[in-house]
């Protein structure tokens, strides 16, 4: 079995999710030309879970051609992706500071879902092996100053739904239903489980 894995991710919480769990990884990240940001464009009429579910699988297979072409060691490769979802309107990541206002006005005292579907390819070949992980978080009313601060502070940006569960918007949220490390944007559950069909001990 291999004693690592690639990920193809740049968030620094999942890695720091991996570490968490013991799993030692190397970062596959896109090319220069390549243009990952891309694949979260959404399709008309698409739902947010058919949209995760999509993305992630774009995310895989577009790290396993990133690994062939640079001639890289073959390991299995993990990738995930996170969408918020308020109805069936997707909250992505917010273009500028209006958007992300905007996004945050709309969550303020309402009740949305947070989606992380997570893939593991591995390295002899076959389609990637995918689970999703569904959570729902219910902010708190946020005021105006309160969101606008948020905002000044750079924070929403880079991040569905215009908030991090493990920042100052912690602060705003009465409930959660599901996973914790799924709202940061890697399920634990989910990945470990993953990895223990693959042949990890976890």
Known sequence: MTPWIYLASQSPRRRQLLDQIGVRHELLLPDEGEDAEALEAVW????????????????VEAARDRLVRRGLAPAPILCADTT??????????????GEAREMLEALSGREHRVMTAVALARPEGGLPVLRVSLST?????IGSERIAAYVDSGEPMGKAGAYAIQS???????????????????PLFETAGLLREAGWSI
């Open 168 to 186: 100052g918007a912690a602060t705003w949220v009465e409930y959660i239903s599901g996973s914790y490390s799924g709202i940061m944007g890697l």
């Open 44 to 59: 008309p009429g698409e739902a947010p879970l058919s949209y995760v579910q999509r993305v992630t699988r774009a995310k």
């Open 137 to 141: 978080v219910r902010f708190a009313p």
């Open 84 to 97: 918020v979802a308020l109805g069936e309107r997707i909250l992505g990541k917010p273009a500028d500071a």
